[in-house]
């Protein structure tokens, strides 16, 4: 069974950059799915951006050529790295951000994600 630990949250001001990580242990099959969502204190859990195993990529549109999704994956698929670039970020990127895993081709539909993490927290101040 696949899990999945987020790291690299905290605070930072408004225009900083921040990488989020997420270490997955067990088996992610070869046509994985990964990706990140985002929650914000009264609001639903949102895509934020996903990657497959073709290396297709997806980002929801406020995130567009602020952040980049990367993953690397052991050869044994047994490990693998998720990573969330984050850059110029803004007040309105605070919330939880969770990784997710499942199978498939590059989406951000929160239902088709199956496996989730525990969160890691980002603040951003103005």
């Known amino acids: 069974q696949v899990q999945l630990q987020e790291s690299g949250g905290g605070p930072v001001q408004a225009g900083d950059s921040l990488r989020l990580s997420c270490a997955v242990s067990?088996?992610?099959?070869?046509?994985?799915?990964m990706g990140w969502f985002r929650q914000a204190p009264g609001k639903e859990r949102e895509g934020v951006a996903a990657?497959?195993?073709?290396?297709?990529?997806?980002?929801?549109?406020g995130v567009k050529g602020r952040f980049t999704i990367s993953i690397d994956t052991a050869q044994n698929l047994l490990k693998a790295t998720v990573y969330l670039q984050m850059n110029s970020l803004k007040p309105e990127d605070t919330a939880m951000y969770y990784c997710?895993?499942?199978?498939?081709?590059?989406?951000?539909?929160?239902?088709?994600?199956?496996?989730w993490g525990q969160g890691t927290q980002v603040t951003v101040s103005s």
């Open positions: 997710a895993a499942s199978r498939g081709i590059a989406t951000i539909a929160l239902d088709e994600f199956r496996t």
């Open positions: 990657i497959d195993s073709d290396g297709t990529t997806v980002y929801t549109e």
């Open positions: 067990g088996y992610i099959y070869s046509s994985y799915l």
